[in-house]
């Protein structure tokens, strides 16, 4: 280390600076994940980054001496509720705007899913003290995929036992079939009851990279939001994961607490964002989107839509496509 003083002027000049740490970052990061990737001339079966593979992070998750008991039994399960405790909390935020003050107040919110989705979804309904009763399971089609005329009766029946309706989540590429629920149905259902849309697109949401396959994505765009991980089919190491809505302002409208201690730099609606923690539940995290941004360069566009029709013709040729 040198005592060499690093000159700059903050707020003046962040975005040059940016700029300029992602093109000194950019060599050493492509090195990097080179040397971690087996597929590579570069490989070395000792390089640091083959320590970041998800099975060495679970081992340091898992590790007696390194957390507590919690989080250390159950690791990814903490993840996974955690997204679903963000979106729920959008949800009710965006839709009940007291709820940030008053908490539910005496409301009984429900929420509706297929039996096929994820069971982050109902973990989540528990976290946030709208309890798994909250929660109506509508029945599938042979297909896996969402029956629509059961989510009409559910919804119905739900109001009859005196609950809100609040938030129907719709998988894109459900755990167990890959199924992708009908999303254009859904979103008139959604509209026709005041529902949040949600699409859990946490594994197939990333066959948006695919032109054979993005198609199955059709009405995604109706959805009030999209949860996607670039860390299943794309392959980027955990956890790389994201929650979508249309816009980077709703985040600071259901969530920001007045903080002004750290955040800061946001007057008025047309200044941007950087303080983007202030419009999540947390408060200091990893950047996935760094991830995420250096995986397409490494990979390119071209590479994530391989990677995804490869995935597609593996299931072609175990069963049905
Ligand atoms: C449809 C679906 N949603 C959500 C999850 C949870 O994903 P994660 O905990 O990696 O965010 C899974 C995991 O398999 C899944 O298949």
């Given amino acids: 280390m040198t005592n060499e003083t690093i000159e700059c002027d903050l707020e003046s000049y962040r975005t040059e600076e940016l700029e ?17 990737d087996p597929s590579r001339d570069e490989y ?15 081992k340091e998750f898992t590790d007696d001496a390194k957390l507590q008991s919690g989080i250390r039994k159950h690791p990814q399960e903490v993840f996974e509720v955690i997204d679903k405790v963000l979106e729920y909390s959008m949800a009710r935020a965006m839709k009940y705007p007291d709820t940030k003050i008053e908490g539910n107040n005496g409301r009984r919110f429900a929420i509706y899913s297929s039996k096929h989705c994820h069971y982050s979804v109902e973990k989540a309904a528990i976290l946030l003290g709208l309890g798994s009763g909250s929660l109506f399971k509508v029945d599938i089609l042979e297909d ?17 036992e005196g609950y809100i309706p609040l938030y129907v ?13 009908p999303f254009e149905e859904i979103a008139a259902v959604a509209k026709e009851h005041d529902l949040w849309f949600h699409i859990d697109g946490s594994w197939g949401g990333n066959v948006i990279f695919s032109p054979t396959h993005s198609a199955k994505l059709k009405g995604s765009e109706l959805a009030d939001s999209i949860t996607v991980n670039p860390h299943k ?14 816009h980077v302002v709703d985040f600071q409208n259901a969530m920001s607490l007045s903080a002004p201690y750290l955040f800061h730099g946001r007057e008025n609606e047309l200044e941007e964002n950087f303080d983007l923690a202030d419009g999540t539940m947390g408060c200091g995290r990893r950047a996935d989107s760094f991830k995420f941004y250096m995986a397409w360069i490494y990979f390119g566009q071209n590479g994530f839509a391989k990677r995804v029709d490869h995935a597609f013709d593996i299931a072609k040729s175990v069963g049905k496509p």
Wanted: proline content about 5%.
């Fill in 233 to 246: 089919m794309l392959g980027v190491p955990t956890t790389c994961s994201f929650l979508l809505v249309p």
């Fill in 20 to 36: 300029s740490l992602l093109k000194q970052l950019q060599p050493r990061i492509l090195d990097y994940i080179s040397k971690a």
């Fill in 44 to 58: 070395q079966e000792d390089s640091l980054g083959r320590y970041h593979s998800p099975q060495f992070l679970k």
């Fill in 144 to 160: 896996g995929t969402m029956d629509v005329a059961s989510l009409k009766q559910a919804i119905k029946k739900s109001k009859l």
């Fill in 169 to 181: 989540n719709a998988t894109a590429g459900t755990t167990v079939f890959g199924s992708y629920d």
